[in-house]
């Protein structure tokens, strides 16, 4: 892998509204005029940085030393996290055999039938085996991250954490004759009729009950989260492999077996492509079980920070894996300062790969058109909060980080975006 020269970000100050290297004025003044007092951006809590990644100078900022909610932006800090501690594979599993029998315990790992991931065969794996135990010792963490908002539990974007995730711990639901039909076909049962007027399938808050209106029920096809527990997986997992998978307390001894799983560059395309929170959330589980041997989250940021981070320009409110928690809370300059590091350790043809290009591919897809992606990288959005960070390619063929975060808006997430894209535009233009 091609290392770019680390250089730690010391030349993010604090300052006045606007700190920028030499530039021609006349480029600076069009970025005043566009973010500054009578602008756009002045109607609500904007920050902004822009930076050079070749002379390694601060280009422009407004606001950068203060904290925004990041959202998904989030999910660079876990991208980072992982480049800094998984290698190039998952770990699927750990296990140890005793005799005609396996037990096995999570590593966070979420590609057992994830869709849009590489395959591994399991059943292939688990064939030589009488029986299947599963442990859950190794299990230090909630289903929910700190700070989530309770009534997002029935949606798909917001599945259940867990050890070992099956079917990225979500029901898929396709409409068959105004009749849901649900796979994996454990929960076929589960499902109610409701008098609620309902267009999809919604399931109960306190347990796997599913529910819809035959009256109403239009939607095609949907994803539900189910509850997960240890009992909850050993049944799925029996029902997939066709034998008895059995719930263990047996805690992961130091002498055992590592199945090898899948190119960690799938998990992260999609992630990042998609904003994948439960993708996310299970790789911050994955780098708890490389570095601490067991899945709690919060222990495993607090590891990052003190090892790989501890000189960020402010200290990062980090919470969760996804940016699902409000609790988040990130500077711009200090999320540069990790693109910055990002852009130092991946080669730039892989970056601009697994990042969203505008344009073109993931969350940028209908956003930044040119005829040739300018603009790779993250977004973040929930209710009023806005932010983008990573990199942008001028006409000059230079090449900027940055970071361009919003909160607080009394506006629809469409009108900040194309205000940012005005902006972006003149820096691709001017620079």
Known sequence: MLKK??????????????????????????????????????????????????EKKVIFEKNSQLSFIPASTTKLFTFYAALMTLGDSTKRLRYQTKGNDIIIWGT???????????????????????????????????AFGYGWQWDDYYYSYSAERSPLPIYGN??????????????????????????????????????NNFYYNPNTYSKLESKVPFMTSTETFALLASQFLDKEVIPSKEPLPEEHYILKGIPLDSIYREMLWESDNFLAE?????????????????????????????????????????GLSRHNLISPRTLVSLTERIYQILPDS??????????????????????????????????????????????SNKLYAFAFMNNNYPYKAKEVIREMEKVMLYIRDNF
Do not use: C
């Not at 566009?34 to 951006?41: A, H, I, K, T, V």
């Not at 029901?171 to 849901?180: A, G, L």
């Not at 990052?304 to 981070?309: D, E």
């Not at 892989?350 to 505008?358: A, D, H, M, N």
């Open 282 to 322: 299970q790789l911050l589980l994955m780098v708890s079980d490389e570095i601490l041997h067991e899945l709690n989250s919060g222990a495993a940021i607090d590891s990052i920070k003190h090892t790989f981070l501890f000189d960020l320009p402010d200290e990062p409110q980090w919470v969760d894996g996804s």
């Open 170 to 207: 979500l029901i898929t639901v396709k409409n068959q004759n105004r009749r849901p039909n649900i796979q994996p076909q454990y929960f076929a049962s589960n499902i109610n009729i409701t008098q609620k007027e309902i267009k999809d399938v919604e399931r109960d808050f306190h347990s």
């Open 108 to 142: 966070g790992d979420p590609s057992w039938e994830y869709p849009h991931l590489p395959d591994l065969q399991m059943k292939a794996f688990f064939e030589p085996y009488d029986k299947v135990y599963f442990s859950d010792q190794n299990w230090k963490d909630t």
């Open 5 to 54: 020269h680390l250089l730690l970000f010391f030349s993010l100050l604090i300052g006045s509204p606007f700190i920028f290297a030499q530039h021609a004025k006349k480029d600076i003044k069009g970025l005043e005029q566009r973010l500054g007092e009578n602008s756009f951006f002045a109607k609500h809590q904007t920050g902004f940085m822009l930076y050079d990644l070749d």
């Open 350 to 395: 892989t970056l601009f790969r697994l990042l969203p290009q505008g344009g073109k591919a993931g969350t940028l897809k209908n956003h930044y058109r040119a005829p040739s992606p300018y603009i790779f990288a993250k977004t973040g959005t929930m209710s009023n909060n806005h932010s983008l960070a990573g990199y942008i390619k001028t006409s």
